[in-house]
């Protein structure tokens, strides 16, 4: 488990999963000092890092966990394979990286506003079921709203703005970009077809031809006029999620059916239901296409051409690259700024003797496997004698050095939710029974979240309803 990854209760993960680093560094950089009086642990591009800044971020992560005693704080570094080396190391680099990220966005001309603020606050919110819940959540969590906004919410959107100028300054961004992307996939656009459909299941001991047969009865109903499509849908519908929609289940490019449905779909026109049920491993499927899109003579010209949901997903597509993009650039930039970290000096508070908690774990893992722990100071005189035991695997001591500082965020860094957090608005939600996956390889399906640490979209939350079952 890497320090910067570390939460230090499961409040504050429904309070938007904060890294330890960035709930708490945040707020230190300022009552720590960065260019104060002491010791300097690291320079980046001249910036001073303070060893008092980082000696105060373990105390306040030692207090906050619980850690306050050398037992308790020599148990949790051995358990999680650190040394006192590691932790100074993955704190200056969560610095060096703010530092980095401050001067690149000087240089970009990037700010956060305070209408930025408010409106993330306002969706933040709107995930819990009350402000009162959302104030419960941020008290169990050790946080007020401002630290919230300081710790959290701030360097979130400032990072989301940095990945977004980095973008559209080396890469291309905006609505040119996406409509270059939906002029490259228009071929793939083209003939797209949206469908709705009903599901039936089978109800408690009916056979495969009973089903198929009520399917074919309401096919039927449906063609004279004695109940609608819509109708039929709310009243027969095993799948909820497109119930609630009127069968809907989106357009077949952004989506990846089943082959029965695929095949069936690709029969339809405009306004056309299937002759006959479709069956597939969920069950019969009645389908009607709601919509075709066709390509306008002389190809797309604008956004305001397509079919939102495409508009959508070519916004996805365009937020995860800008996301990957992100993360290679910050490794660039990381390499080419002047980083110096001094040695670590002595009689820090926090670097104690790990050597009896490492001793401790090994017992127990060894009590655990049924056999007595190697002692450390017989191992001279086993060799002496030619007989020394293999050394015991060690269970919980390793010396892992921590990774580099996250490059585009840290990780888990996503908007606060109370439990499930709340659909995306506007987010057609699937049908029951499969994920609803864009097609390999396909350039306009490809409605996919965006990578950890991915600051120019990580805020999506998932849409709330049954996965379609013609989904594969």
């Not at 305070?114 to 079921?129: H, L, N, V």
């Not at 291309?172 to 656009?189: I, R, Y």
């Amino acid at each position: 488990m890497k320090f910067t990854s570390f939460v230090k209760s499961s409040a504050l993960k429904r309070v938007g999963a904060v890294s330890l680093t960035l709930a708490l560094g945040a707020g230190l950089v300022g009552c720590g000092g960065n260019g104060a009086g002491g010791a300097v642990a690291a320079t980046v591009n001249g910036q001073n890092i303070m060893e008092q800044t980082v000696t105060d971020y373990v105390a306040q992560f030692r207090a906050d966990s619980g850690l306050e005693s050398d037992e308790a704080w020599g148990e949790w570094m051995v358990a999680n394979n650190y040394t006192p080396e590691t932790v100074r190391e993955e704190v200056i680099e969560y610095y060096v990286k703010q530092d980095l990220y401050d001067q690149a966005a000087a240089e970009y001309n990037v700010a956060v506003e305070q209408a930025d603020i408010d409106e993330a606050m306002e969706q933040t919110k709107a995930m819990f079921e009350s402000d009162e819940a959302f104030q419960q959540a941020l008290e169990a969590s050790g946080m007020t709203e401002e630290t919230y906004i300081e710790t959290n919410l701030r360097p979130r959107l400032m990072e989301s703005k940095l990945a977004e100028a980095v973008a559209n300054a080396e890469n291309g961004g905006g609505d040119e970009a996406l409509l270059a992307q939906a002029q490259s996939a228009s071929d793939q656009f083209n003939g797209a077809k949206r469908t709705s459909h009903i599901l039936l299941t089978a109800e408690g001991d009916e056979t495969d031809e009973a089903l198929q047969a009520r399917a074919q009865a309401l096919i039927d109903q449906i063609n004279a006029g004695e109940i609608s499509f819509e109708d039929a849908v709310s009243q027969n519908s095993q799948d909820s999620g497109s119930a609630a929609k009127g069968g809907d289940v989106g357009w077949n490019v952004l989506n990846n059916f089943v082959t029965e449905y695929t095949d069936a779909v690709a029969g339809l026109n405009k306004g056309d239901m299937t002759a006959s049920p479709v069956k597939s491993e969920f069950g019969y499927h009645i389908i009607k296409c709601t919509d075709v899109f066709e390509v306008p003579e002389g190809g797309i010209t604008s956004l305001d051409q397509l079919p939102t949901e495409f508009v959508d997903a070519l916004r996805n597509m365009q937020s995860a690259a800008a996301g990957q993009n992100f993360t290679t650039w910050y490794q660039e930039y990381r390499e080419n700024a002047e980083v110096t970290v001094n040695p670590m000096p002595e009689g820090l508070p926090y670097a104690i003797d790990i050597a009896p908690y490492q001793k401790a774990a090994e017992e127990k893992a060894a009590a655990a496997e049924g056999e007595p722990a190697a002692d450390p100071t017989a191992q001279d005189a086993q060799a002496a004698e030619g007989d020394q035991a293999p050394a015991e695997g060690d269970a919980a001591g390793a010396d892992q050095a921590p990774a580099e500082g996250d490059a585009a965020g840290a990780e888990g860094d996503t908007a606060p939710a109370e439990g499930d957090q709340a659909p995306a608005e506007g987010d057609a939600a699937p049908a029951e029974g499969a994920d609803q996956a864009p097609a390999e390889g396909d350039a306009a399906g490809a409605d996919q979240a965006p990578a950890e640490g991915d600051a120019a979209g990580a805020d999506q939350a998932p849409a709330e309803g049954g996965q379609a079952p013609e989904q594969q």
